[in-house]
């Protein structure tokens, strides 16, 4: 029962640099979301797909991307990093826009 | 845009205390309410919802939460806590139309044993 798997856990990058962030679910929810979260600021979400093949922008898009490869795995992606998206980056996933949400264990993300 | 507040950042309290977590929405319209919890080191977890009837909803681990729809707010209660409660817990909004989420920055509680 894995439930969300988010790759990697933890990665340094140096500002400019690109990565992205996999995200992947196993419960055959039709929606899912990128969030990130910092100190004192709560969840706040960046990116959402609510079925497959669409996507939206949330609270704070810019500076990412997204893509929602199939029903399953939902890539956050960052052309060109910088200090201002140290983060953690949960992703998460419903049955249904409005259900519950589940998490994954999140990545830690540096940016020097 | 919809706001969560969560006006305790931080709470200390003994073991066998009762907690209550203040949290206040603005949205005028019919919302779906959640507290999650994220214990150190771990992702967030879902203690309990509300979505519509009863307005005192209980969830996991002894918790309930009242919604009261005039006060636009949706407080976390617990009688008794343990040490193992210490975590941070989060409320959240969804308008029952709409697709995202809205996050209050979060309460960390910490019990004394």
């Known amino acids: 029962n894995a439930g969300v798997t988010q790759t990697p856990k933890f990665q340094v990058l140096k500002t400019g640099q690109s990565m992205t962030l996999q995200c992947a679910q196993d419960m055959n929810h039709n929606s899912m979301y990128w969030y990130r979260q910092d100190p004192g600021m709560g969840l706040r979400l960046i990116y959402y797909?609510?079925?497959?093949?669409?996507?939206d922008k949330g609270e704070v898009p810019n500076g990412y991307n997204v893509s929602r490869l199939n029903k399953r795995e939902f890539s956050l992606r960052l052309e060109s990093a910088a200090p201002s998206q140290t983060s953690v980056y949960f992703c998460?996933?419903?049955?249904?826009?409005?259900?519950?949400?589940?998490f994954g264990d999140g990545t830690r993300l540096s940016i020097l | 845009a919809q706001s969560v507040s969560q006006h305790n950042h931080h709470v200390i309290l003994s073991e066998a205390a009762s907690l209550e977590l203040g949290c206040n929405y603005s949205y005028g319209g019919t919302v779906n309410l959640f507290w999650y919890v994220q214990y150190p080191g771990q992702h967030l977890q879902l203690l309990l919802k509300?979505?519509?009837?009863?307005?005192l909803v209980k969830g996991i681990k002894g918790f309930e939460a009242e919604f009261i729809k005039s006060k636009f707010s949706f407080n976390l209660r617990k009688p008794s806590v343990q040490w193992s409660d210490t975590a941070e817990y989060f409320c959240?909004?969804?308008?029952?139309?709409?697709?995202?989420?809205?996050f209050g920055t979060g309460t960390s509680l910490t019990v004394i044993p």
């Open positions: 509300y979505f519509s009837g009863d307005p």
């Open positions: 998460a996933s419903s049955e249904d826009p409005g259900a519950p949400q589940h």
């Open positions: 797909s609510a079925s497959e093949g669409t996507t």
């Open positions: 959240a909004v969804n308008a029952n139309t709409g697709n995202q989420f809205y």
